[in-house]
Nanobody, 124 residues
Framework: QVQLVESGGGLVQAGGSLRLSCAAS????????MGWFRQGPGKEREFVGT????????DYGDSVKGRFTISRDNAKNTVYLQMNSLKPEDTGVYYC?????????????????WGQGTQVTVSS
C-alpha cells in the first residue's frame, strides 16, 4: 500500500524558513518523479516543484523559484522541500505526490498518490 506522509509544517514569520519532509512507504522515491503542490485558502492546488526520477533535475513554479529547493534522500526514502525567504502568500497546505509518468509534471492530474498535506502558515 502506497503511503506518503508530509511533516514539518508550522507557523513561521515572513522571511523565515521551513523544511518539509515527505516520507514514502509502499513505493521507492528514487524510481519516480515526485512533486510538491500547495493549496492556499480559497485557491486551487498549485504546482510548487518537482524532482526527476534520477534526482538530477528539479523544476519549480515561478512563485517559488530561487527560494525553494527540492531534494531527496534515497536511504530514507524521503523527499524534502526546503523553503526560504517565506512570504505570507506561501501560506497553505503542502502536499507531496507521485508522478504517474504521463502528462505535464506541473499538472495535478499527472499525479496519482498524494499525502494528507501539512499546513504552513507565514505571518507578516
Amino acid at each position: 500500500q502506497v503511503q506518503l506522509v508530509e511533516s514539518g509544517g508550522g507557523l513561521v514569520q515572513a522571511g523565515g524558513s521551513l523544511r518539509l519532509s515527505c516520507a514514502a512507504s509502499g513505493l521507492t522515491v528514487s524510481r519516480y518523479r515526485m512533486g510538491w503542490f500547495r493549496q492556499g485558502p480559497g485557491k486551487e492546488r498549485e504546482f510548487v516543484g518537482t524532482i526527476s526520477l534520477t534526482g538530477g533535475r528539479t523544476d519549480y513554479g515561478d512563485s517559488v523559484k530561487g527560494r525553494f529547493t527540492i531534494s531527496r534522500d534515497n536511504a530514507k526514502n524521503t523527499v524534502y522541500l526546503q523553503m526560504n525567504s517565506l512570504k505570507p502568500e506561501d501560506t497553505g497546505v503542502y502536499y507531496c505526490a507521485r508522478y504517474t509518468g504521463g502528462g505535464a509534471y506541473y499538472s495535478t492530474s499527472s499525479y496519482d498518490f498524494w499525502g494528507q498535506g501539512t499546513q504552513v502558515t507565514v505571518s507578516s
